[in-house]
């Protein structure tokens, strides 16, 4: 296996190996690693409700109700009624019709893209889409194609050129989780509808942020119900862990019926389950977070916008600080940590060559106080380095 170590050598030359951090506790915005208590700014816990009383409450009744295990795939005696209640809670809540729920994220995008589209079709992605979705579209043996980064008449453009194909699938993401931009879904929508293509948007870290209700950004651009495929995942705004596709009725009986992502394993832990249907029912019930949560965003960014940061286009919680080298964005995130500060770099491959950055995730649980740290610790960050 020497082979291997010698790639792992080549990676740590260029500062890209990747290596695992323990945590040996954690909080909504803290958590302890290697001895240091440190303020998270890397979590995707958006609304900060994963300590959440009512999330707490209906994760553990569900265990005491199904046991800790769902024992069995969907298609055995793995189909609870805790599945069955999330499914309708988040087609409700997303406007849809029905849902169906997978073990994470990733699934959910393989389960959907794979049974939807195969070696007749075709399948056109965002260069900045999410590593599932690409896995997904190459895994699906459709004809992959990959437009301009939220270049919606590229988009025409490459749906003009595939009109010989049974199938044509677009994929994005709603909100991109490395840039904090958000898909011009209006303008995709209408191209879709133009040229006959069905469209399948991600909505893994808009669910919970963004709409006035908090369901999304398909709710946001008033697309709700119009939208072929929405998916996202449960683990991030709704603090749990998995994945949803939601649409017409007719979607998901077909991916309960097509889908190997969804019949060929154990259904989602009653735990997961139940923590997601409390979550849901804490954004709907207490708008007063989000509301709070929209305004901490707003100073954050304007306050790093005024100090001369590059954030890069970006909005929403999601504050990419360019850096635009590897070696410096390593040095970056280590100065912030000696500064009590959790925020790694992110770097290629994640990223294209000459962006990388330091990603700031910022959630309703940071108080004024934390994000003053974080401010003060960019701000010297960058007279140092």
């Known amino acids: 296996m020497e082979f291997l170590q010698n790639e792992l050598d080549e990676l740590k030359r260029k500062k890209i190996c990747r290596l695992l951090e323990t945590v040996a506790c954690s909080g909504p915005a803290r958590i302890r690693a290697a001895g240091d208590r440190l303020l998270d700014f890397s979590s995707n816990n958006y609304l900060g409700l994963t300590a959440h009383p009512r999330v707490l409450r209906e994760s553990a009744l569900a265990i005491r109700r199904w046991g800790t295990g769902s024992g069995a795939s969907r298609l055995l005696s793995g189909n609870l009624k805790i599945h069955e209640d999330l499914e309708a809670k988040i087609a409700a809540f997303k406007g849809e019709e029905a849902a169906a729920v997978f073990s994470s994220g990733y699934m959910a995008a393989l389960g959907a893209v794979t049974s939807l589209v195969g070696e007749k079709d075709a399948v056109l992605v965002d260069r900045l889409n999410h590593a599932s979705l690409i896995d997904a579209a190459r895994l699906s043996r459709a004809k992959f194609w990959v437009y301009p980064h939220r270049d919606a008449a590229a988009l025409d453009d490459l749906l003009g050129r595939a009109k010989g194909y049974r199938r044509r699938l677009v994929v994005t993401d709603s909100y991109f989780s490395m840039d904090g931009d958000i898909a011009p879904l209006g303008r995709i929508a209408e191209v879709c509808r133009r040229r006959g293509a069905l469209l399948m948007v991600d909505e893994a870290h808009a669910t919970g942020v963004f709409g006035k209700r908090g369901s999304g950004l398909t709710e946001h651009f008033g697309l709700t119900g119009t939208i072929d495929v929405v998916m996202g995942t449960l683990s991030k705004a709704l603090a749990s862990v998995g994945g949803y596709v ?45 509301e709070r949560y929209w305004e901490k965003i707003r100073r954050t960014r304007g306050s790093l916008e005024a100090l001369g940061f590059d954030l890069m286009d970006s909005e929403g919680p999601v504050v990419p600080v360019l850096i635009g080298d590897t070696a410096r964005a390593v040095r970056a995130a280590a100065f912030l940590r000696r500064h009590g500060i959790f925020a790694p770099a992110i770097r290629p491959p994640t990223v294209p060559n000459r962006t990388d950055r330091i990603r700031l995730s910022l959630t309703a649980a940071h108080t004024e106080e934390d994000l003053g740290r974080l401010i003060a610790a960019l701000q010297k960050m960058r007279k140092r380095l």
């Not at 998901?252 to 190997?260: E, G, P």
């Open 246 to 290: 939601a649409g017409k009725a007719v979607l998901k009986r077909y991916l309960v019926t097509r889908s190997r992502q969804f019949i060929y394993t154990t259904a989602p832990s009653p735990a997961a389950s139940g923590a997601a249907y409390g979550a849901i029912g804490v954004i709907e019930k207490h708008p007063e977070i989000r």
